[in-house]
């Protein structure tokens, strides 16, 4: 399983590349906004920024939602770096979007998705990954995880190469059931990902181990 940061603030995104566990990066516009990051200029030095951190895949979402403003977005975003994923909403020109990228070898990330249904379009249509927003399910009363099951076993089922991309994960409990549904990637915010780490044995049993260390060793 793939871990991506869901971020577009650059300290947070050392830090996870930091711990050495890191897979990736994902944003979107209201990440790149909470950041201050305006500009056409200014967003796409910052995804070069990002790209300079970390060694895999870095969505960067276009903003256009006819298929000719998508295209041409989408081609400028991925010649600014060869690790650069464009991530195109599940619209209708964003499917036929998709396609044109996937034949022109572009990787893409199919985002904003909430149904079995779009899922399969963005697969037929050649989708890098597909992001199915988990925490939004769950804010409306729908069982996020439980799509991502269902994705997965229609992916394995019909032996899509789509890789299903789990995000809007919003705490630990959500990547390990992520995992455990067999997402091929959790892109979580930093907290979620070192909430991994958590467990009061741990720290007890580590307190124990130096005060045994300290009581011979003074
Ligand atoms: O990057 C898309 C997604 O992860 C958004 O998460 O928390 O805004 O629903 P959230």
Not at 39 to 66: L, M
Not at 116 to 124: C, I, P, R, T, V
């Amino acid at each position: 399983m793939k871990f991506f940061i869901d971020t577009a603030n650059l300290k947070q995104i050392e830090e996870a590349q930091a711990l050495g566990v890191l897979d990736g990066v994902t944003t979107n516009p209201s990440l790149m906004a909470k950041e201050g990051i305006k500009g056409e200029k200014n967003i796409k030095q910052h995804y070069i920024n990002i790209c300079n951190i970390v060694d895999g895949d870095v969505s960067a979402e276009v903003i256009s939602t006819d298929f000719e403003g998508m295209i041409r977005e989408g081609e400028e975003l991925a010649a600014l770096h060869s690790q650069i994923v464009v991530k195109v909403p599940i619209i209708k020109d964003g499917v036929k979007a998709i396609k044109y990228f996937s034949d022109k070898k572009i990787r893409t990330n199919c985002t904003l998705v909430f149904s079995a249904g779009q899922a399969l379009l963005a697969a037929k249509a050649g989708a890098t990954y597909v992001s199915p927003f988990i925490g939004r399910l769950d804010d409306n009363s729908t069982d996020g995880v439980q799509l991502i099951e269902q994705i997965v076993q229609m992916y394995n089922y019909y032996e899509f190469e789509t890789q299903v991309l789990a995000a809007s994960i919003r705490h630990t409990m959500h990547i390990i059931k992520c995992m455990e549904a067999g997402a091929d990637v959790a892109t979580c915010p930093l907290d979620a990902i070192l909430g991994l780490l958590n467990h009061p044995l741990t720290d007890i049993g580590l307190a124990k181990f130096l005060a045994d260390y300290k009581k011979v060793n003074g």
